[in-house]
């Protein structure tokens, strides 16, 4: 079962906090006060957000807006201060965006 949670965390890759690109895979991150250490990536993928919300022509082809970008990180990860690993976490870059969520805390 997994806890669903929308909160920006701040995400660093290799050392360094990501550009707005988000290129590469976390490394650390800290959400709710904590600083997390990523023991290993089990899954990235990619994701299309709603295209609804544009404007549709006529003919019911979308218009002006392109349906939003989403990097999803699939992490075990523990405390930076100690050495138990303490969860799974779906960490999620947005392109458009340039920002970081954690969207899921698994049991």
């Not at 590469?24 to 800290?30: L, T």
């Not at 295209?51 to 549709?56: K, S």
């Amino acid at each position: 079962m997994a806890k669903i949670h929308r909160d920006v965390c701040r995400v660093e890759v290799a050392g360094a906090e990501v550009p707005a690109d988000g290129d590469g895979a976390p490394v650390r991150f800290r959400w709710a006060g904590r600083s997390y250490r990523v023991v290993e990536v089990l899954a990235s993928w990619v994701e299309a957000g709603p295209w609804w919300g544009a404007r549709v022509s006529a003919a019911g082809v979308p218009q002006g807006a392109r349906p939003i970008e989403r990097q999803v990180w699939r992490v075990v990860a523990g405390s930076c201060f100690q050495s138990e690993v303490t969860g799974i976490y779906d960490l999620v870059h947005e392109s458009g965006s340039g920002r970081w969520w954690l969207t899921r805390v698994w049991d």
